[in-house]
């Protein structure tokens, strides 16, 4: 595919401008092909790598379909998690704030202060970026007005699409015009997810994948082996050994987060936790937190691997390794963005092993298997390898 820059896409001298302000003066692969898509009104699935720019590549086109004089919300932007949904609106509002271009928007998510979101809301904001539940309410009690939305966005669309949140996804778009355009993407759409986009989108629905490298080749995968309750002590052995800038360690359990939180705080390290069940405000202030570099450790469920774009963080650790390899993707995502170097190291025991194969027969990827030495990550030494290899053998001759 022939290069283009943003003048050959069509995107406006005062966009090209804001984006030369925080150094972005190459379109990726997936800009490329989706900004001249929704620029015509299709609708488009997209599906690209994690950190290949897929915010912008809806957001610059958009921005640039806004009918500044009509102070009515023209898109609508729906995310699977708070988070996520936060970040987009720092996007939207950074765009606007390089470019100088008046675009107002309002964040809309459940458990937020509703007396607030409704104050934005009279504001007349030409975006709105949220939560579908609560942005259905606000369109049902007429706070929203849904005829005036031109295009609707599902960002991390495999997941607005799945069995929890399909249906009020569906009743949003039911109350906008059939003339809006959709647009769908994500870093990975299954079969099944593609054709239930397609059952609610325009018959000549554009689909575009960018996939050469699906799991980004900057990215150094390696895992130790340790028994269950050894994790956390091999867990502050890693920390201490390579002095993270920021670092992600993700459990399967949200439940067991806040513990997690407290044994790191205990042991003298900088710590916070987000989970699903946390306060909305305690979620937001420990992303800030870890994102201004105040603590270096964030500690998470899935939820934060879904989109979450946090620059620097240089490790993501796994103390419990999601069975899906789906997940070991997104969470892997996290760190090695835009170019940088990034390490993902996954604590297993011998029993979880089987799941490392499996990610680098997904992948297409090589996990080496180190072990922390006089404080560093290290090659397992001959010694070590012999006495698995004889223990192999011992195994087999028991089984004779």
């Known amino acids: 595919m022939e290069k283009k820059n943003f003048v050959d896409l069509g995107i406006s001298t005062a966009l090209q401008m804001g984006l030369q302000k925080i150094n972005i003066t190459v379109p990726t692969a997936i800009q490329q092909e989706m900004i001249p898509a929704i620029l015509q009104g299709i609708d488009v699935i997209g599906q690209s790598e994690t950190g290949s720019g897929k915010t912008f590549a809806y957001l610059l086109p958009l921005f640039q379909k806004i009918d500044l004089e009509l102070r009515k919300t023209q898109i609508i932007i729906l995310t699977p998690t708070h988070e996520l949904a936060a970040q987009v609106q720092k996007q939207v509002e950074l765009l606007s704030s390089m470019s100088e ?17 409704l104050e934005k809301l009279k504001q007349k904001p030409h975006i709105v970026v949220g939560s579908a539940g609560r942005i259905l309410d606000l369109i049902q009690h007429k706070k929203i007005s849904a005829h005036t939305v031109k295009t609707i966005v599902l960002d991390e669309g495999d997941r607005l699409l799945d069995s929890l949140n399909i249906e009020a996804v569906k009743a949003v778009i039911k109350t906008t015009l059939k003339d809006r355009q959709l647009v769908v993407l994500s870093a990975t759409m299954r079969q099944d997810a593609i054709q239930k986009a397609k059952e609610i989108m325009k018959i000549d629905v554009l689909e575009i994948t960018k996939k050469q490298t699906m799991m980004p080749s900057e990215i150094f995968h390696t895992y130790i082996l340790a028994e269950k309750r050894q994790k956390f002590i091999v867990l502050r052995k890693i920390l201490a050994g390579e002095k993270p800038t920021k670092a992600i360690v993700f459990l399967n359990n949200m439940e067991n987060i806040a513990v997690m939180v407290d044994k790191l705080c205990y042991h003298g390290l900088k710590a916070d936790g987000i989970y699903g069940k946390a306060y909305k405000t305690e979620r937001q202030n420990a992303l800030e937190k870890f994102r201004q570099g105040q603590v270096n450790v964030l500690v998470s469920s899935d939820i934060g691997a879904r989109g979450l774009d ?14 899906e390899p789906i997940y070991y993707l997104h969470r892997a995502g996290r760190t090695g963005r835009q170019g940088e170097k990034g390490t993902v190291i996954s604590i297993v025991t011998s029993y979880e092993v089987r799941w490392i194969h499996k990610y680098e027969k997904t992948w297409k990827i090589s996990i080496k298997q180190k072990e922390m030495s006089f404080g560093k990550l290290a090659e397992m030494t001959p010694k070590k390898k012999f006495v698995k290899k004889s223990e192999k053998k011992v195994k087999k001759l028991n089984k004779k």
Do not use: C, F, W
């Not at 946090?310 to 069975?323: A, M, R």
């Open 101 to 117: 271009i008046p675009v107002k928007s309002a964040l809309i998510i459940g458990s937020a202060s509703m007396t607030r979101q």
């Open 310 to 323: 946090i620059e620097g963080v240089t490790h993501v650790i796994n103390i419990d390794i999601p069975e």
